[in-house]
DNA sequence: CTTTACTTGAGGTACGTTCCTCATTTACGC
DNA sequence: GCGTAAATGAGGAACGTACCTCAAGTAAAG
């Protein structure tokens, strides 16, 4: 009727208590038919472990960090304002989150802050960069001091992160340009690509998967090599100007990272946006302004709210080393448009 | 340093423990004055109730019910499923939840099976079904008695449920004709707009929003008269049959509802599949499929397991009287491409 | 001043788990 | 069969909150 405890475990195992606890908390000193006596009552009753009563009995605290990159960008803001929010809401739960900002061009800073941050008392890392092999090292150092450590955002494959949580970059292309051929459908022209940087990972991925599609499915479409801002506004306007000129046959524009604000003004400026396909990622300020205004066709992002949760519930899980549910985890790729906009 | 407790409160206040209960939990016997002292006290420490000892030392059990509408649907098996899985992941939390079907034109069954649950210790309702004079007296009924009662996928605006967990049908609508006016652009000719009933609610309003779209966006586009399938496979195959006679100029399909699995086979019969955008709700075996093969260009749904999710904790907040985390709790509208496919 | 109702304090038990100590039993190699 | 190590048992304290009882206090009404 009831639902069953370790008492009854015992019981029903035909051992004491503290052979049961032993068990169920992975400790030595376990013949392995007892073991196994132990699982099978564990399963017959269909015991599960009371989360509020181990929680409390374990005094257990979550300490986060979160290293998030430095300098203006309306998508950290909104992951760090998430994460604020988030925070709050598990206040309850014993979770705690500390945002640091990471130069993103000095590895070696990277390095020293990660170093800095093992002297607090650090139950998990979630850490939104560029992989390096210094960044890497600083990882693995972090994961042999038992810290578990995902990667938000950008994945950092080669490193030893225990999770990434973000969305596949190339899918995430792979939407944006089936969704742009669909919108000029029967056009015939030219892509303009833009993007902060062609060395990113993510920046690479995404034009990997959108040019996959558009080379598959919409023959009449031709992509133009990228074209690079490095996340600076007045080079944005520059290289903007420059394509404006340079091509004369753009149907349909991608701009496959950050620095949106400053990009739409610059299309602006040189007339771009008029009659034109624009599909962006992610949702901010800006991009929702450009999306109601119809300057933007379609935003590609990801819930944020969903990114941060997760990635506090996966860093909890690899800390209580308890199985992660999969399905609520994965981050989908939003599209986001005029219409549905959240 | 240490989390604040109780005991904390209760020294910052200068009152007793018991005091401090009293005010936490709301009972009565004590003076405004004092109640000031304690919640002064509690938000100078930032004292947080710890949810894992009140859960425990409570022992609450969080039972719900669950009601879907009877008969075939891979939308609602779907939706089963998704319960059954978060069941499990919540077991460890004490939330237990049971399927019941009710069968849809029979509004006085689903008010015996609403009837036969109070006979059971019940902690919260949802609820999926067509809104009818029998079901809003019967969740009156059930609200009266103290049980939560959450609408789920459609809303029934006018029962006295406490939350409707769910996408905004208008919006959807809008969604679905922005998207088929982009797909279409330039092009001129008729959409198709197919739906099990007119006389749902969410068929009505997702009609309203698409033809708003259309009518204000996208003049090229003639939407036609709705096109009725009562859920029925033959009806379906006799519909579209006589629709592809009728109609010779459909540039476009919107398929609003349910039974998506025997329309496409009858849009394919009828070869009104190719060359056209057609765009279906509800992401399910067969919409999936037809996405892939290309049948489909876009699919508007929800996420079926934030859905589930998000329901189990509305009905606990709601149980406890607890403030909802709105954003969390936002169903957002889903576009899914063959590209960004979950 | 007494009565009465209301307010507060003090102290306890319970929830189910974790983690600890110490005693006892069992198994196995010599 | 003895010694040693491994396995198991028994019991208890702690975690922070909820909820209960009973006593003691205070204030207002009579």
Known sequence: MTRPTVHDVANEAGVSLATVDRVLN?????????????????SKLGYVR?????????????????LLPQGPSQF?????????????????DRISAQVFSIPLNDPHRVVRELRA?????????????????????????????????????????SSSRDYFVGTDSISAGRTAGFLLGRFLKGVSGEILVVTPSMLARDSIERRLG?????????????????VETHADPDRTH????????????????YSMGAGNGPLLEALRANRLTEGRALIVHELTPATRQALLNGDVDAVIGQNIGHLVRSTLRILRAKCDNTPIYEAQERIR???VTRENLP
């Open 26 to 42: 992975g400790r030595p000193g376990v013949r392995a038919q007892t073991v196994k006596r132990v699982q099978t009552a564990v």
């Open 76 to 92: 950290v803001d909104t992951l760090k304002e998430a994460l604020t929010e988030a925070c709050a809401a598990h206040a309850a």
């Open 238 to 253: 520059a290289v903007i100007a420059r394509a404006a000129e340079t091509y004369r046959e753009i149907a349909g524009i």
């Open 333 to 335: 790729i939003d599209i």
């Open 210 to 226: 959108f040019d996959a599609v558009i080379a598959r499915d919409f023959p009449g479409l031709r992509v133009l090599p990228s």
């Open 117 to 157: 941050l093992q002297a607090t008392p650090l139950d998990g890392v979630a850490i939104m960069t560029t992989e390096t092999p210094q960044v890497r090292d600083a990882i693995l150092r972090l994961k042999s001091a038992g810290v578990p450590v995902v990667a938000l955002v950008a994945d950092l494959p």
């Open 50 to 66: 009371d989360t509020y009563a181990a929680n409390l009995a374990r005094q257990r605290e979550y300490r986060f960090a979160v």
